[in-house]
């Protein structure tokens, strides 16, 4: 039998482990040097909870040592399951140096990496040995693997050039800051905004789907990034090369529907290529993962200021980021708003953070405060708060087709208001518009198609 256990040893590193935490109890500034680490890559349980009490700490902005680790997990009842005061000493005691935490943090995840196919393994024996249909078997094996296979990668942003080269490809195969603010790309909106985004601020930007939320957020850091602001897009609905296509398209003014399906002509293609050698050079980076949680925006935001300087953070959007789950939903979302106003402090930038609208918007020309979904923390975390409302959505036979309004509903220094907005929506952009603003009460607005 114990030959048998030494055999099918579970891979793990104590040492590995030991030497995260104490690195990270000695040294704060470490938590940006390891790359991303689960709690579940802990193998033993006393460092399970150790970790999750620093990552506590580091999601609320707050600095940790020995004693505040500790404090926490004795007001959670924890602090004998992880042995005490003493051990907790031993870890920061036993590292020598903070500045190897990468490579231990690697061991970790290795191992846990290794933890995860044996699971797997154990997991196709025993589909193989059921009486089940062997191509359900196969695809659970597929998700399995996987799962594992997008655990262990080493996610990080890239740049939109490198996008762009990578997408190129697709298209082939369819043809077979010393200033006032931040450019929103609208000089109407900067000049509300008094100068545009700015740096310690979250700006939420909210509307219904197809309202607009993602070309006014895309459109806005393409501007930033052609006057050399260095912004990070963290996409959690669309993948990279959704993006690729509607910034050719804006950069280019291209035809997103020829681009698409690369029906374009000499003229057209040229302009592809002339668009895609401009944004080669942006300061633009992009990451596409569903499902991010606080701590892992916050990490891929240090560590793209460390790496390439960080002026913008957009997110993409709110109501698809994660909590913890024993939470209840409007708790997850107040954690997430407040952790992410001390972030835009913390690193001197300017966090867009697009969000949902709730469907009491539908019979309204005018969002409200009120209308933000799942939670009040939205309004009272924001500094700035902007809607989108294009009335063509909702009535096809409107004549103020292409135009938008963008409403300022909050604004802490600054008038609230509204400003106008041609939406070229065959390019996915948006402008300046010029002339007069619609005037809603005219006349009763029709019941909008599809809600009868």
Known sequence: ???????????????AEQSVLGALLMDNSAIDRMGELEEAAFFSAAHRLIYSAIRTHAAAGKSWDVIT???????????????????LGSLAQNVPSSANIGRYAEIVRDHATRRNMMAAAAELAELASKPIDVAEAMDRVQSRLLAITEGAKADEPRSIGAIIDEHLNTLDCRMS???HGITTGLPNLDASLNGGWRRGQVIV?????NMGKTALALH???????????????????????????????????????LLTAQMDDAEWSGVTAATSKLHELPLHVLDRPGLNFFQVASFARRHKRKHGLDVLVVDYLQLMVGNPDDKRHAQIEEITRNLKTLAKQLNIAVLLLSQLSRKTEDARRPKLSHLRDSGSIEQDADVVLFIHREEVDDPETRWKNYADIYIAKIRQGAIG?????????HVRFEDHAG?????????????????
Request: aromatic residues 6%; charged residues 30%.
């Open 205 to 209: 930007l909210a509307a219904r789907p």
């Open 418 to 426: 509204r400003i106008g907005a041609t939406y070229i929506g065959e």
């Open 69 to 87: 680790v500790a404090e926490m997990l004795e007001a959670h009842g924890k602090l004998n399951d992880v042995g005490g005061l003493p051990y």
């Open 1 to 15: 039998m114990n030959a048998i256990a030494d055999t099918l040893k579970i891979p793990h590193s104590e040492d």
């Open 220 to 258: 806005s850091a393409l501007e930033a990034a052609r006057e050399g602001y260095s912004v990070l897009f963290l996409s959690m609905e669309m993948v990279a090369s959704e993006l690729a296509d509607r910034a050719i398209a804006a950069h280019g003014r291209i035809n997103l529907g020829k």
């Open 177 to 179: 800051d010393e200033r």
């Open 436 to 452: 007069m603003l619609p005037n809603w009460d005219e006349k009763v607005r029709p019941r909008p198609r599809g809600f009868d």
